[in-house]
């Protein structure tokens, strides 16, 4: 943990909790993908760049969760350089309000914030008009947030930032924060193409064995939503699936906890309303969810 690596040619891994990528363009100039949770973490990754001689050209967002972007704005008013993301992951880094409250559903609770929804507002351009080093790819990962990216470098090295949740994380609980699960689904398999190619998830380890990882992944999408089907077999509210699935899981009773298990119910609620599997209706002014009576 908090070391470089070299993972192919001119491509390295800064490994700390939210790994980073950085990519030497030039003798003493690299491009970084992501910048770590806090001021901290980007102080770790500049003293790293630093040790080796190098300079930051620019940043590139994976997307715009507070563990991948909370030291963008100390990285760029410290070096200069300029941050890029997609329209639509920009916004919510240069309004960092947004997403919580996406997540909390109104103006966030500072009972919410926490380090991990609480990234520094910072200006960052739109990525289309990053002149990408030659043989620089950068490819869309929808799914885990609004317009996450993934970059590949002219090394054969895939950067595929949180499309993929570690097993072991899974394994405690197989329900992670998904802003659109039926986009998730669709990464899953367009990440399944880089099989046998070097893969760096965010919080996993690198990994040339991505279809693997990817499955398991997927199996866990499904069984939340086996999870949740069997549940509304009998009609509930949102706050009683969440109630059982806390349980189930063993979640910890927390504000944070709490919220995001509630996003995640909502999500899944979503994605299986779309495909015709639950319906709602409303009884003593409580909405209920329940499968589809053909079920």
Same mark, same amino acid.
């Given at each position: 943990?908090?070391?470089?690596?070299n993972?192919?040619?001119? *491509?390295y891994c800064f490994?700390?909790?939210t790994?980073?990528?950085?990519y030497?363009v030039?003798e003493?100039?690299?491009?970084?993908?992501?910048?770590?949770?806090? $001021?901290?973490?980007?102080q770790?990754?500049?003293e790293?760049? $630093?040790e080796?001689?190098w300079?930051?050209?620019?940043? +590139?967002?994976?997307?715009?969760h507070?563990?991948?972007?909370?030291?963008?704005? #100390?990285?760029?008013?410290?070096?200069g350089?300029?941050a890029y993301? *997609?329209?639509?992951?920009r916004?919510?880094?240069?309004?960092?309000?947004l997403?919580?409250a996406?997540?909390?559903?109104?103006f966030?609770?500072?009972?919410?914030?926490g380090?991990?929804?609480?990234t520094?507002?910072?200006?960052?351009?739109?990525?289309? !008009?990053?002149?990408?080093? !030659?043989?620089? !790819?950068?490819?869309?990962?929808p799914?885990?947030?609004?317009?996450? +990216?993934?970059?590949?470098?002219?090394d054969?090295?895939?950067?595929?930032?949180?499309?993929?949740?570690?097993k $072991?994380?899974?394994?405690?609980a197989p329900?992670?924060?998904i802003?659109?699960i039926?986009s998730? #689904?669709?990464?899953?398999?367009?990440i399944?193409?880089? !099989?046998?190619?070097l893969?760096?998830?965010?919080?996993?380890e690198?990994?040339?064995?991505?279809s693997?990882l990817?499955?398991?992944?997927?199996?866990?999408?499904?069984?939340?939503?086996?999870h949740?089907?069997?549940l509304?077999?009998?009609?509930?509210?949102?706050?009683?699936?969440?109630?059982?699935?806390?349980a189930?899981?063993e979640?910890?009773?927390?504000?944070?906890?709490?919220?995001?298990t509630c996003a995640g119910?909502?999500?899944?609620?979503?994605?299986?309303?779309h495909?015709g599997?639950v319906?709602?209706?409303?009884?003593?002014?409580?909405?209920?969810?329940?499968?589809?009576s053909?079920?």
């Amino acid at each position: 943990m908090f070391e470089l690596i070299n993972l192919a040619g001119d *491509t390295y891994c800064f490994r700390m909790p939210t790994n980073v990528g950085i990519y030497k363009v030039f003798e003493n100039r690299v491009f970084i993908i992501d910048t770590g949770i806090n $001021e901290k973490s980007a102080q770790r990754i500049l003293e790293a760049v $630093e040790e080796k001689g190098w300079k930051i050209e620019a940043v +590139i967002l994976t997307h715009a969760h507070t563990d991948h972007a909370g030291g963008c704005r #100390y990285i760029t008013e410290t070096t200069g350089c300029s941050a890029y993301a *997609t329209e639509a992951e920009r916004i919510f880094v240069e309004y960092p309000d947004l997403e919580p409250a996406v997540v909390y559903g109104a103006f966030p609770c500072r009972d919410f914030r926490g380090k991990f929804m609480n990234t520094p507002a910072c200006a960052v351009r739109d990525i289309k !008009e990053l002149r990408l080093p !030659e043989g620089m !790819e950068i490819f869309h990962l929808p799914g885990h947030f609004a317009d996450m +990216i993934g970059i590949r470098t002219p090394d054969d090295v895939y950067f595929v930032a949180d499309a993929v949740i570690a097993k $072991e994380t899974l394994e405690k609980a197989p329900m992670s924060y998904i802003f659109d699960i039926r986009s998730q #689904y669709e990464t899953l398999e367009k990440i399944k193409a880089f !099989e046998g190619k070097l893969c760096v998830p965010s919080h996993a380890e690198p990994t040339r064995e991505i279809s693997a990882l990817a499955d398991f992944n997927r199996e866990c999408l499904d069984k939340v939503a086996e999870h949740i089907l069997n549940l509304l077999r009998t009609p509930m509210t949102v706050e009683d699936v969440v109630a059982r699935l806390t349980a189930l899981w063993e979640l910890p009773d927390s504000f944070g906890q709490y919220v995001l298990t509630c996003a995640g119910v909502r999500g899944f609620l979503t994605h299986l309303r779309h495909r015709g599997l639950v319906t709602y209706r409303f009884e003593n002014n409580r909405m209920l969810w329940e499968v589809e009576s053909a079920q």
